[in-house]
């Protein structure tokens, strides 16, 4: 014999209902088969909440049942369209009317006892088996249906109650043995106790119902079917990419089950395990698919760790105290507490201190724990041995399970550096000896974000998804964004990186979605996409905390810089070409490196000198590797030296300017180029990189530009640059009457930075620096004689987005 279980979702409606039957009719014709229900999807909630909603003295529980009545009448009259239906149809509406008579009694004495309920809820298993014993009869199957409270039997604790196996193994037996179909239709979840009384096994509980026949009855198979195709290694709601699990042992799949799978209910595989019988998870809407084999021993090549899990709403207890040190009872004493109050313990972690213990339970047990033990330790807590239990809700448990684990060492290494490199905070962990599972407690707004992680780190085909948020979409912005949309499939195949932005945002618009922004309609989706704050948009990369998350700032506003600290410490990595960051007060640039370290995220900025030339990373490699910077000179302004390669007194100063500002060499105002101060702060960084406590105020810097040009906007600084085309004319004709050039060199020595217009004769490192191009020499103790130099085009969208890119790889990397 068979024993197959048909879940909520298989009966949901009369479109499923005739697949179940399909199922049923498929599978009978081989072999004897005993077929459990669930009742329809959304059933056994709806009752819950009628019987709720009448203990609150309030009479919507009649619309509720009504509700109800009306979803099984309709699905039966689709299940019966000739007409055949009449005696379910009688049974629904006279069940109905009973259970508005218990639900008005119940609205009288305001108060639902959990006999009731479970007397309520006998409804939905009952109408919903019924309905498929009558198709199959109608369709000429004959078969027989069983009310199961008549052979399961239970004690009288209702909601969860316990099975008493002897009387229900040999009542199963009895009926089966007297019984001369081999067709046999059963509601799953109900069961009664001594006094005949209705009861329930636990929400979930038919996978259960089925498991007691199948043992009692020594089935070949016991089949669960439901509306996925399988176990898988995660919950399919949480992951996207779950596989399916071909083969598992039954400790495995009890294990993933205890710990939230909630594909099948806890207790269900402990009857079968115990009898040898095979577990198959198969799909109602999708019969071919294989589905989960669940057997002593598995033959599937699976990797080290099989799936993994979580619970929601648990509260952690700690109890703690000096006066537990070293004496035995403690831990024996706050067990029996919480067993004699019937709290569930999930989880146990005590330190080797044994200076606390720490107790995961239910959340919904919180109150009663806490309570209880309070009271169980009132003599040693009013006497200050140990503290109050302190009790803190809002955790999850998460699990990983293999059998596999065993012989792997690093299993747990790995899934903690994951964790911690997103900024995951572990609050506990328990592994048991058995080494099958590795359990730990975190907060539950982490848990999603967990177990996709550890799903990629441990299930994916070694690709990372990283998730990218970009503030600032102008000229760098939309470059970056067009090399993201060119480059996104190379970067996968290469470098196994999944790289999707997921967040925009200029100064007035947000766009945010966590599935992917489109990058072919961004401009559009962006521009219609409501108004919001930087604020807001950083706000939200927090809340949605996705894993591997980078915040990219392409703008040069310090609102933005403002919002690093917070997302640093929930370990957003950042990658800056805005400079005002680490050019910032010392002390601001220096802990935003430190909160960068002390959680795990990266905080880039490549491009604050020499746009995408590879200038602060060497600078850092020759330090990490033990050199020493003595001294830096610097073409650094790709704006300066544009200008002053291309002016020639051919055409006014002012000219050459607006050249280089309309072919976007310069920042929105050129003055902050032309001053020095974005050269200034370019080497104020580089020193500090290379290791000096240094401010802005202190990097010397001669000016050039007459203080009239300072004065208004940026179109009174082109007018005034004309009215002093003379003093431009006079710096040039001096450089050249000795024969050289005019150059903005910026410098570092000795822990002095300058900057400033310098003429430099035909010999000089940087008189053939041309165009847009920077240079940087580095003399270092290795390269004391010729320097190290970078040299390239040092200013342009392509080439910054280019470095911003480098940097986004280099942080998703690490
Ligand atoms: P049924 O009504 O058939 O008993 P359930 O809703 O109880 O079905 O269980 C099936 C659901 O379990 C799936 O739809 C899925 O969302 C969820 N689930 C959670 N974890 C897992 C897992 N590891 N593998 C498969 N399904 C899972
Ligand atoms: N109908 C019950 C529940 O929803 C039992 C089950 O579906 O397994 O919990
Ligand atoms: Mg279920």
Redesign the pocket.
């Known amino acids: 014999m068979k024993v197959l279980k ?5 009966v949901g409606s009369a479109e499923t209902i005739l697949k179940v039957i399909d199922i049923v009719i498929r599978e009978s014709e081989s072999t004897p088969c005993a077929v459990v229900l ?1 009742a329809m ?1 959304g059933t056994t909630d709806a009752l819950i909440e009628a019987g709720r909603t009448a203990e609150r003295g309030d009479d919507g529980y009649i619309e509720r049942l009504a509700n109800i009545s009306e979803n099984h009448l309709q699905t039966i009259q689709r299940l019966f369209p000739d007409g055949d239906s009449l005696p379910i149809s009688d049974f629904v509406e006279s069940t109905i009317k009973e259970l508005e008579n218990l639900c008005e009694g119940v609205r009288l004495v305001r108060e639902l006892s959990a006999k009731t309920l479970d007397r309520i809820l006998s409804f939905g298993e009952i109408v919903s088996s019924k309905m498929v014993a009558a198709k199959l009869a109608e369709l000429g199957h004959d078969n027989e249906w069983k009310d199961s409270r008549l052979l399961i039997r239970t004690n009288s604790n209702h909601g969860f109650a316990v099975v008493d196996f002897d009387e229900t193994n040999k009542r199963i037996n009895d009926y089966l043995g007297g019984s001369k179909t081999s067709l046999h239709i059963l509601p799953g979840f109900i069961a009664s106790d001594s006094a005949g009384y209705t009861t329930t096994l636990g929400r ?1 509980g ?2 259960y119902t089925a498991a007691i026949i199948a043992a009692a009855a020594d089935a070949e198979m016991l089949e ?5 195709s ?8 949480f992951v996207k990419n ?1 596989k399916e ?1 071909s083969h598992i042992t039954y400790r495995e799949a009890m294990e ?1 089950s205890h710990f ?6 806890p207790p269900t595989i402990q009857p079968v395990m115990a009898k040898g019988i095979p577990v198959l998870v198969k799909n109602t809407f999708s019969p071919d698919d294989a589905g989960t084999l669940i057997e002593a021993t598995s033959s599937g090549t699976a990797g080290i760790i099989r ?1 993994i ?1 979580s619970i929601d709403k648990i509260t952690v207890l700690n109890l703690e105290g000096g006066g537990m040190v070293g004496i035995p009872g403690f831990s024996k004493r706050l067990f029996d507490a919480l067993s004699r109050a019937e709290i569930n313990v999930i989880l146990i972690t005590q330190s080797s201190s044994e200076h606390s213990i720490c107790v995961a339970i239910e959340e919904r047990s919180a109150e009663k724990a806490k309570r209880v033990v309070d009271e169980e330790f009132a003599y040693e807590i009013s006497v200050g041995k140990i503290d109050p239990l302190k009790v803190e809700s809002g955790f999850s448990i998460l699990a990983l399970v293999g059998d596999n684990m065993r012989e792997h060492t690093g299993v747990s290494g790995k899934m903690f550096t994951t964790l911690g490199q997103n900024g995951i905070n572990i609050h506990a962990i328990a592994q048991g000896s058995s080494e099958r599972n590795i359990s730990a407690i975190i907060a539950s707004r982490d848990v999603r974000k967990a177990v996709n992680t550890l799903h990629e780190e441990f299930f994916s085909d070694g690709s990372k998804q990283i998730n990218i948020y970009i503030a600032g979409v102008g000229t760098v912005g939309s470059r970056l964004l067009d090399q993201l949309a060119r480059q996104h499939d190379h970067v996968l195949d290469d470098m196994r990186l999944n790289l999707r932005v997921v967040g925009l945002a200029n100064s007035r618009r947000n766009l945010i979605s966590e599935d992917g922004v489109d990058l072919a309609t961004y401009i559009h989706e962006l521009e219609t996409a409501d108004d919001a704050t930087v604020e807001q948009f950083t706000d939200q990369i927090i809340y949605n905390n996705l894993r591997n998350s980078i915040f990219v700032d392409v703008t040069a506003s310090p609102d933005v810089v403002a919002a690093y600290p917070k997302l640093l410490k929930k370990s957003v990595s950042i990658i800056a070409c805005n400079k005002v960051a680490a050019s910032a007060r010392y002390d601001d640039y220096r802990s935003l490196k430190d909160l960068a370290r002390e959680y795990g995220a990266n905080f880039f900025f490549e491009t604050n000198v020499g746009a995408g030339l590879p200038i602060i990373h060497t600078l850092g490699d020759l330090l990490r590797s033990g050199d020493r910077v003595r001294r830096i000179e610097a073409v650094l302004s790709g704006t300066l030296n544009f200008v002053f390669n291309n002016y020639d007194g051919s055409r006014p100063f002012a000219d050459v300017v607006r050249q280089a500002q309309d072919e976007g060499y310069t920042e929105p105002d050129p003055r902050l180029d032309l001053t020095g101060t974005d050269v200034a702060r370019k080497i104020l960084i580089l020193a500090r990189e290379a290791g000096n406590v240094i401010e802005m105020d202190e990097v010397e810097n001669r000016p050039f530009l007459p203080t009239s040009c300072l004065e208004g906007s940026v179109e009174d600084f082109y007018r005034e640059m004309s009215v002093q085309e003379a003093h431009f004319r006079t710096l040039l004709d001096n450089a050249a009457s000795r024969g050289e050039k005019l150059k903005y060199i910026a410098s570092y020595d000795d822990g002095q930075a300058r900057v400033g217009l310098e003429s430099i004769g035909p010999d000089h490192n940087f008189a053939n620096l041309s165009g847009k191009d920077n240079a940087v020499l580095f003399y270092t103790d290795r390269y004391s004689e010729q320097p190290l130099v970078i040299k390239g085009a040092g200013a342009g969208a392509d080439v910054t987005a280019a470095g911003v890119f480098a940097d986004m790889i280099r942080a998703a990397r690490s």
Request: glycine letters at 18%; aromatic letters at 8%; hydrophobic letters at 40%.
């Open positions: 048909f879940g909520g979702s298989s669930s999807q979930g038919s996978d669960i079917w439901t509306d996925v399988g176990m898988m290694t995660a919950d399919p709601r779950v699990i993933l939230g799978a909630k594909v099948i209910y799936g899990t």
